[in-house]
């Protein structure tokens, strides 16, 4: 059961489909360029002590400790930013948001993530067809097992696409509990899921605006 009360006290107040555009957008624009400062800066040089340590074995010292962490760090940017490239080239037209961006902003303004079939709310006729017509695949091939004849699976189509959308405007089943969200009246965020987080096609706002802030190929 949902805590009305809890989850009304809890949120700030709503915002308009630009702020929690930008709001990704600028979140992600900081994320990776941090991500690629760091991974340009590349490691420090290895001193001969901190060589000789490694090699006698005292890792836990902390020449080596520090080395072994930016060596990490460098690893984890540098996923960040193959990310990023990754899916610039294999959805030249989408701004990928990665997960922990798209899931702080959701949680922030009230916005549940889920599969379009989940989605009650209006969907504008633009937008309807921005979908449609994005150029990518969104429908996937998935096995499903018969569990009277479980030697025997089949192949169904299922879509790809995800929204982020008002928890009132999403069907919730009975065996299901929504925590740390809010229920308020906000704007959608329809999306491709993807390996690492989302790639974002359309937000729509209020009464089905375009605000055409969220575009990828200037932002």
Not at 130 to 145: A, M, Q
Not at 156 to 179: G, Q, T, W, Y
Not at 211 to 218: C, G, I, K, W
């Amino acid at each position: 059961m949902f805590n009305l009360k809890k989850i009304t006290a809890a949120f700030s107040g709503p915002a308009s489909a630009e702020t929690i555009q930008r709001e990704l957008l600028d979140s992600t624009d900081a994320i990776i360029a941090e991500a690629r400062a760091i991974v340009e800066k590349g490691l420090p040089e290895l001193s001969d002590k901190a060589r000789k340590l490694e090699r006698l074995g005292f890792t836990a010292t902390k020449e080596v400790v520090d080395r072994r962490l930016a060596a990490s760090m460098k690893a984890e940017k540098q996923a960040v930013v193959s990310l990023h490239e990754k899916y610039a080239l294999e959805y030249p037209g989408l701004k990928f948001i990665d997960e922990k961006t798209m899931d702080a902003v959701c949680k922030k303004h009230g916005l549940l993530i889920g599969s379009v079939d989940r989605y009650k709310g209006d969907v504008p006729d633009w937008a309807l067809d921005r979908i449609d017509k994005c150029g990518v695949n969104l429908l996937e091939y998935r096995v499903y097992w018969d569990a009277l004849a479980f030697h025997h699976g089949a192949v169904r189509e299922a879509s790809r696409l995800c929204i982020a959308a008002p928890i009132a405007d999403m069907h919730i089943k009975s065996n299901e509990r929504i925590v740390g969200n809010k229920i308020v009246a906000l704007d959608p965020i329809v999306s491709i899921r993807v390996d690492g987080g989302y790639c974002v096609i359309v937000v729509w706002g209020e009464e089905g605006k375009d605000t055409r802030v969220f575009n990828a190929q200037v932002n």
